[in-house]
């Protein structure tokens, strides 16, 4: 028997390395609570092994060591490994809503990644879910109030270690449809997750909790530091904007992947977006970028009509990327967001979304990725990590 986690075909290479390094945590826990043999192989279906194409957008290992280090450090050791899992479960459970997609509208799944099962509101409901199917299977025998408050407080830490992340979460929903993002971490990052998975694991193994107390204490400290980097990234990217003579400008600052070290500034000013590189470490160093006009359909898309599908999901995209809109410099048809790039001083977007100009007045748009990382640019991404110089 193969015991399998499904995850969507297609995910980038260094998220499905995480997602098998998740399903080896949840094996060790499956078998230290005897609900599989030690010799039932435990890995990802066929399918999600694949990572050529598309784009996975969870990040599942980081959110099953947060959801399970938590009910692991706060709650009775008796049940330790079996709560732990619940735990570990419940804090992936959210992210169920990456397969709520369509094959005709390409947007959709933006619409409602971290809406909904992501909003505290929904924390009560979900934890609920998770917790009448653990008591199902292999949580049986544990008094369901105690499942789910392992599952709720799982589930809880989901949303909020998204809304530090840089994607952004719709916890007040339905209240709101402001994207809440923080900015203080990256959506991978090991310094964050490694020390919590030691901690989860020398907790089972050694039935202490204090492992997880530590590993739930050192993830704490982190985010602090990752909001203290964010705020002294955004003031040199005021610094950087006053000396351009730009004022009155708002600065955002995103980590880039694994590090809080180095970050990208974005701001917008009299119609251009501007943006830089800044790695703040013991020093400041900074990698100038360059600017870019805003996205203005009336100028890029004269011929768009508003009311067609196609203008619809212009503004859907314009909302999920807060405005950061700007035509990509290659394709004149492509819209993209200007948050996110491979490089954090380079300003063409990773993905976006792209016009026929033929298309039916039914017919969406297209939604593109541009991920494609040759080696030179991964060693200049690698160079401003270490601080390094770079060429102009």
């Given at each position: 028997?193969?015991?399998?986690?499904?995850?969507?075909?297609?995910?980038?290479?260094?998220?499905?390395?995480?997602?098998?390094?998740?399903?080896?945590?949840?094996?060790?826990?499956?078998?230290?609570?005897?609900?599989?043999?030690?010799?039932t192989?435990?890995?990802?279906p066929?399918?999600?092994?694949?990572?050529?194409?598309?784009?996975?957008?969870?990040?599942?290992?980081?959110?099953?060591?947060?959801?399970?280090?938590?009910?692991?450090?706060?709650?009775?050791?008796?049940?330790i490994?079996?709560?732990?899992?619940?735990?570990?479960?419940?804090?992936?459970?959210?992210?169920?809503?990456?397969?709520?997609?369509?094959?005709?509208d390409?947007?959709?799944f933006?619409?409602?990644?971290?809406?909904?099962?992501?909003?505290?509101i929904?924390?009560?409901?979900g934890s609920?879910?998770?917790?009448?199917?653990?008591t199902?299977?292999f949580?049986?025998?544990?008094?369901?109030?105690?499942?789910?408050?392992?599952?709720?407080?799982?589930?809880?830490?989901?949303?909020?270690?998204?809304?530090c992340?840089?994607?952004?979460?719709?916890?007040?929903?339905?209240?709101?449809?402001?994207?809440?993002?923080?900015?203080?971490?990256?959506?991978?990052?090991?310094?964050?997750t490694?020390?919590?998975?030691?901690?989860?694991?020398?907790g089972?193994?050694?039935?202490?909790?204090?492992a997880?107390r530590?590993?739930?204490?050192?993830a704490?400290?982190?985010l602090?530091?990752?909001?203290?980097?964010?705020?002294?990234?955004a003031?040199?990217?005021q610094?950087?904007a006053?000396?351009?003579?730009?004022?009155?400008?708002?600065?955002?600052?995103?980590?880039?992947?694994?590090?809080?070290?180095?970050?990208?500034?974005?701001?917008?000013?009299q119609?251009?977006?501007?943006?830089?590189?800044?790695?703040?470490?013991?020093?400041?160093?900074?990698y100038?970028?360059?600017?870019?006009?805003?996205?203005d359909?009336?100028?890029?898309l004269?011929?768009?009509?508003?009311?067609?599908?196609?203008?619809?999901?212009?503004?859907?995209?314009r909302?999920?990327?807060?405005d950061?809109?700007a035509?990509?410099?290659?394709?004149?048809?492509l819209v993209v967001?200007m948050?996110?790039?491979?490089?954090?001083?380079?300003?063409?977007?990773?993905?976006?979304?792209?016009?026929?100009?033929?298309?039916?007045?039914?017919?969406?748009v297209r939604?593109?990725?541009?991920?494609?990382?040759?080696?030179?640019?991964?060693?200049l991404?690698?160079?401003?990590?270490?601080?390094?110089?770079?060429?102009?």
């Amino acid at each position: 028997m193969l015991v399998g986690v499904a995850a969507p075909a297609g995910g980038r290479v260094a998220k499905g390395l995480k997602a098998r390094v998740v399903v080896g945590l949840l094996g060790t826990i499956l078998r230290r609570a005897n609900i599989v043999s030690s010799r039932t192989p435990i890995g990802l279906p066929r399918r999600a092994r694949k990572f050529s194409k598309g784009v996975l957008i969870l990040d599942p290992l980081s959110q099953a060591a947060v959801g399970a280090v938590v009910p692991q450090a706060i709650m009775k050791r008796q049940e330790i490994i079996r709560l732990t899992l619940v735990g570990a479960l419940s804090g992936m459970a959210p992210d169920l809503d990456v397969f709520i997609r369509s094959d005709t509208d390409p947007l959709l799944f933006l619409e409602y990644h971290r809406q909904f099962t992501h909003a505290l509101i929904f924390i009560p409901v979900g934890s609920l879910l998770c917790a009448a199917v653990f008591t199902q299977t292999f949580a049986r025998g544990i008094p369901f109030l105690t499942v789910w408050l392992a599952a709720c407080l799982g589930y809880a830490t989901h949303g909020l270690l998204d809304a530090c992340t840089t994607y952004g979460t719709l916890l007040l929903w339905p209240f709101s449809d402001a994207r809440i993002a923080w900015n203080s971490i990256a959506v991978i990052d090991p310094l964050f997750t490694v020390p919590l998975v030691v901690g989860i694991i020398w907790g089972l193994v050694r039935r202490n909790v204090w492992a997880a107390r530590v590993g739930l204490l050192w993830a704490l400290c982190y985010l602090g530091v990752g909001l203290i980097q964010h705020d002294r990234a955004a003031a040199v990217g005021q610094a950087l904007a006053a000396d351009r003579g730009h004022s009155g400008v708002s600065v955002s600052a995103k980590p880039t992947l694994g590090n809080v070290l180095l970050w990208k500034v974005i701001y917008r000013h009299q119609g251009q977006f501007w943006v830089d590189a800044v790695r703040v470490g013991f020093g400041t160093r900074v990698y100038p970028g360059g600017s870019i006009p805003e996205f203005d359909p009336g100028l890029h898309l004269p011929w768009l009509d508003n009311a067609s599908q196609q203008g619809r999901d212009l503004e859907r995209f314009r909302w999920f990327s807060s405005d950061y809109l700007a035509m990509d410099t290659d394709n004149p048809l492509l819209v993209v967001d200007m948050r996110y790039s491979l490089l954090p001083n380079e300003i063409k977007g990773l993905w976006g979304i792209e016009f026929d100009p033929e298309a039916s007045s039914q017919a969406h748009v297209r939604y593109r990725a541009q991920r494609s990382a040759d080696a030179q640019r991964a060693g200049l991404l690698w160079a401003m990590l270490k601080g390094a110089e770079v060429p102009d």
